[in-house]
């Protein structure tokens, strides 16, 4: 069965930076597009970007474009979140997501199958 697993998430100050790393194990099939979502207490998950697994293509919420950056590396079954400039409003748990089907629009969190666990980020004004 396969997993998804997060790391990278901390405590920052604003304008700082951090990257996230979400490393999937355990499948045996092609992998459509991965992406990361946020939530906080309250409210519903939140696309923040995506990334299509053979094409590399990459999608981003308005609020995180030029700030944040997804990016995979196909060897490594690994996908990536650079985040800079952090705000506090990107204080949030940030979750992995994966889906092997077409995914449209890729921002919608149902259509994903796999979820990772998720890890804490804090931006401290």
């Known amino acids: 069965q396969g997993q998804l697993a997060e790391s990278g998430g901390g405590l920052v100050q604003a304008g700082g930076s951090l990257r996230l790393s979400c490393a999937a194990s355990g499948y045996t099939f092609s992998k459509y597009a991965m992406a990361w979502f946020r939530q906080t207490p309250g409210k519903e998950r939140e696309f923040v970007a995506a990334i299509t697994w053979n094409s590399g293509m990459s999608y981003y919420a308005d609020s995180v474009k030029g700030r944040f950056t997804i990016s995979r590396d196909s060897t490594e079954n690994k996908v990536y979140l650079q985040m800079n400039s952090l705000k506090p409003d990107d204080t949030a748990v940030y979750y992995c997501?994966?889906?092997?089907?077409?995914?449209?629009?890729?921002?919608?969190?149902?259509?994903?199958?796999?979820w990772g666990q998720g890890t804490q980020v804090t931006v401290s004004s």
């Open positions: 997501a994966e889906e092997s089907s077409f995914v449209s629009p890729i921002s919608d969190a149902p259509q994903y199958d796999y």
